[in-house]
DNA sequence: CTGAAAGCGCTTACAG
DNA sequence: CTGAAAGCGCTTACAG
């Protein structure tokens, strides 16, 4: 395999030493012009790519980013993994990608890797079964800054980007209240999961703040999915007193609430109204379309290299000044909601 | 910042020298039992997490593959980037990713950055505008192992993993004969990107073996979206003679087509049947759902994976035995093509 | 079985 | 304005 043209190269080509090549290359005020512009040009004659990990070794800069998600087989992690490399490759920085699959085990090695790739900062999205932090803590005790986004942990000072879920649901309740709907069923995730958590409680707190009482029979614990979706429906549907509207904690089981409702031919949204949680792709194409809560992936992905570059430059990480973004959701109303019309 | 523990720092500790110690890690046969053990203790004692930068500066290798892709912020690409990450990872590589927004100068940058870090090898899907290839051959040039998938380039000699989209094409053709449909038009996508060529060209192809003759009114060339579908299908509803089915090059030009038989209230699959192709998410959502050809995308990804790590291990690359591997198209009936019910 | 030494390709403090 | 030298943290051919 021939090898690379290095700077002794065109030091050796143009009678200089690699120190004064380098310095041309990187535009050192102190290097004359002259030299400056041999050197760029026996550069390029000689096709010169500069070695990075010979340039990271030297300077301790990587200029890479690691970002560890559950799986890049998902339109929510797809679309933050793109907010993160466009602005990543804007600044000069390349992406390691490692899924975990929701793996534990496989969390815990893509930290190792990001450690001893020496990346300059982390960004992670947790998986679901992570129950230790200590390779988070691990990471810390390094220096390197670390990024969670969506989901994150209770409990760690890590800065954190993460969607107002809690904000997101009111606004799909209230929405469905305003609508005139009266019997509200929720459909909620594991609500030991943070977000699924905030999601149920603020259609508590909706409920609450328009003096309609809760029914505990008007939830239901599902495992997000369009059959747990099915399931909830069949159950609420039986109930004496059954509801008149679901708001599903995300936009699969709100599918599967859907499809119950139409093999009972129940019209949609007239009788009943459905809202979802996440706008997922399928979610406008579905007959009828699906009310749900966008949740500004792309700018998540934007947010969290912006924080992850925040801390790269300003060096330390300071616990004391730990930064929480929040993402504001947004109310996507479309066919399956709208009772009354269109709200202003 | 405090510095991480070096091999010398744990040779310091043992009072032996840092290559005994690199020699013990690795597991080498000519150390001893003893020593080893005594290292392995002391590297977990002070935290030790091997440099890879360093590492990979000696070896000249890096254990990192590149891939470059369009967008992330899409199903197929995410799906295949799974199906790379995770095989990637098995084998001890880790993924560096780069999105080129399907911009040909981000293409170029992508390619120099993977150079510039000395990846082990190269997977590339091609942005939809790129016309010269000197990047690539550039990659060649320095004996990168590169291979190419879904989107390769027509005349160079690359390895690729593509979809026979000839083959898909004609078996969802075929289908809708077999189903009954007696005038079937095809929406095609650029022609000039070779699968969307290949695509029509089957279309064509199972048309002229069951005899029946070609009908220019009744093809289209739109540009992928849901709009052009519906567009198209306005055109041929027009027709003294209009098809009574279409088959679209991809699912949201297929969905397109169905939003516009319904506004028609022309009834799908009976009157008229709708086949895509992609296996989008949402096409198994819609009602009715689209028939359609999925493109194994996760094999894809392992395919390219594997093709790669082949490549890498063989060291040099010889033109000679270019390698194509062909995925098989996978024909998914659903409700928009089934007019003669579920053929066995 | 272990050590001493060189070198991967850069960058940068120190000299001049 | 440019050079000589050291060093980033590893690995490995050569000695013993």
């Known amino acids: 395999m021939k090898k690379s043209t290095t700077l002794s190269d065109i ?45 990271s070794l030297r300077s301790g800069k990587t200029n890479v980013v690691g970002v ?57 999205s947790l998986s679901r079964n992570t129950l230790n932090y200590d390779h988070f803590l691990e990471v810390q005790k390094r220096n390197i800054p670390l990024v969670f986004f969506d989901r994150v942990p209770d409990d760690l000072s890590f800065p954190t980007v993460v969607l107002d879920a809690y904000r997101g649901a009111y606004q799909a309740t209230q929405h469905l209240i305003d609508q005139g709907y009266k019997r509200i069923a929720h459909i909620a995730g594991p609500l030991f999961i943070k977000t699924f958590n905030d ?5 508590v707190a909706a409920l609450q703040a328009n003096k309609i009482p809760l029914d505990h029979t008007l939830m239901h614990i599902g495992d997000l999915s369009i059959e747990s979706g099915r399931e909830a429906t069949r159950q609420f549907l039986q109930l004496a007193e059954p509801p008149d509207a ?36 399928f979610s406008e194409h579905t007959t009828p379309s699906i009310s749900t809560i966008d949740q500004q992936t792309y700018l998540m992905g934007r947010e969290s290299f912006i924080m992850l570059n925040n801390m790269i430059e300003n060096g330390s990480v300071k616990t004391s000044e730990i930064v929480k973004t929040v993402i504001d959701p947004i109310l996507i109303v479309r066919e399956s909601s709208m009772k009354s019309g269109n709200p202003a």
Chains 1, 2 share one sequence.
Do not use: W
């Not at 990608?97 to 020496?118: M, N, P, S, W």
């Not at 904690?249 to 599967?256: I, M, R, Y």
């Not at 129940?266 to 706008?279: A, K, S, T």
């Open 68 to 124: 560890l998600i559950p799986t890049a087989e998902n339109a929510f992690f797809g679309s933050v993994i793109h907010g993160i490399t466009k602005l990543a490759s804007k600044h000069g920085y390349s992406v390691l990608i490692h899924e975990c699959d929701e793996d534990y085990e496989l969390e815990v090695k893509g930290i190792q890797t990001f450690i001893g790739a020496r990346v300059d900062g982390i960004i992670v």
């Open 11 to 55: 030091a050796i080509e143009l009678n200089m030493t690699a120190a004064t090549v380098s310095r041309a290359l990187s535009d050192h005020p102190e290097i004359s012009k002259s030299t400056k512009e041999k050197v760029k040009e026996t550069a390029k004659k000689l096709n010169y790519n500069p070695n990075r990990i010979a340039s």
């Open 246 to 281: 679901i708001f599903a904690t995300e936009d699969f089981t709100a599918l599967g609430v859907l499809k119950e409702l139409k093999v009972n031919k129940i019209r949609i949204p007239e009788q009943f109204g459905v809202l979802g949680f996440c706008n997922d792709v």
């Open 199 to 203: 999601r149920y409680k603020g259609y």
